[in-house]
């Protein structure tokens, strides 16, 4: 696993001091994206001037990851995190927050590389960090969000494995399964990391659920997902099933009280940031009332999530 250092500095990109989203850092998995990675690169970067784009590639047989060299090499703002083989998209982004951890990242963005997540909205998704969320999920689910292009059975999926998580681990966010989020650095410093699962929808799934157990505050930004725009889905019949068991596992590993034990943070880090988890069911009992997202909060069934324990908030 390496990391290419940005390349020289390019006289048309150079960076701007001082910019707004200096201390953001999006991360970007790919595998096979060589049709996409180019322009969602250059629109990431253009809707968030400073922040550093890291393509997280697992050797891309279509050549992605050399593409990504090239970017970086033209352009100090992109990075490459090369991993040796298609380790699934779970793994891929812990690899890539703890990269953009051990830089300094203060924000964390993840997005999808196939234009399913318009990088239109990624203003809008990290404006409430500076407002006191912890995560902010990119949401079909909420007034002003939606779905496009995608048929009958990918919305009922989507839709139905958002709610069945909803209701099985008692979580307020209604886009549960989607995968364009913003983070507070604090925030993923405190989840436990121990044995999250990689698979594609799990992994979102499974970090709110941790988020939430850790006292986060989640708002909810509408966005419109449209199908990928090239290239070649992943999604499979097994990542869908192994979200419900996992799901399941979740919920009775809760009413177990397992409590998971590692950290995200740099292991001299981890006595700082780690014993900051809630009670699921403490945190399923507050109320629902922080005032983050005023677009979000009219809807009180859709607020943010008001902190489990005062005492438990990172940061
Ligand atoms: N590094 C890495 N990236 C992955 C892996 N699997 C998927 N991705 C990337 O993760 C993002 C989401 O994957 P998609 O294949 O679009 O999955 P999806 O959005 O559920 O399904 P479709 O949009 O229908 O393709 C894309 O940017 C993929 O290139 C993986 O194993 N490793
Ligand atoms: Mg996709």
């Known amino acids: 696993m390496t990391v290419a250092e940005p390349g020289r500095l390019h006289a048309m990109t150079s960076p701007q001091p001082g910019t707004a ?14 049709e996409n990675l180019p322009g969602i690169a250059a629109a990431i970067l253009e809707r968030l001037p400073g922040a550093t784009l890291l393509v997280v590639d697992d050797a891309s047989p279509d050549g992605t990851g050399v593409l990504a060299d ?39 963005v993840q997005m999808d590389a196939d234009w399913s997540h318009d990088p239109a909205y990624l203003p809008s998704l990290v404006e409430p960090l500076g407002r006191g969320a912890d995560l902010v999920i990119g949401s079909r689910y909420v007034p ?25 681990l008692g979580l307020p966010a209604h886009d549960l399964t989607g995968g364009f989020k913003a ?6 410093e405190a989840i436990p990391r121990d044995g999250i699962h990689a698979g594609g929808y799990v992994f979102q799934i499974e970090m709110t659920y941790r988020a939430r157990q850790a006292g986060a ?14 290239g070649v889905s992943k999604m499979s019949r097994r990542i869908v099933v192994e979200a419900l068991l996992v799901v399941l596992r979740l919920r009775w590993e809760a009413l177990r009280g397992r409590r998971a034990s590692q950290s995200l943070a740099p292991a ?13 069911d403490a ?16 809807r009180a069934d859709a607020a943010p999530l008001a902190r489990a324990d005062a005492g438990a908030r990172p940061g």
Do not use: C
Request: no cysteine; proline share 6%.
């Open 21 to 34: 989203h200096d201390d953001t850092w999006v991360v970007l998995p790919t595998y096979n994206e060589a």
């Open 70 to 108: 090239s970017l970086a090499a033209a352009d100090p703002h992109v990075r490459v995190l090369h991993r040796p083989g298609k380790q699934g998209l779970g793994r891929a982004y812990l690899d890539g927050f703890r990269v953009a951890l051990a830089a300094g990242a203060g924000r964390i």
């Open 144 to 168: 002003g969000g939606g779905v496009t292009e995608w048929g009958i059975g990918r919305r009922v999926i989507s839709r139905g494995g958002s709610t069945f998580a909803r209701l099985v």
């Open 183 to 188: 983070w507070r650095r604090e925030m993923l």
């Open 217 to 230: 505050r989640v708002v909810e930004v509408p966005i419109v997902f449209r199908d990928r725009r090239a």
């Open 268 to 280: 001299d880090d981890a006595a700082r940031s780690a014993p900051r988890t809630a009670p699921v």
């Open 283 to 298: 945190a399923r009992s507050v109320p629902l009332v922080t005032p983050v997202d005023a677009a979000v909060l009219d």
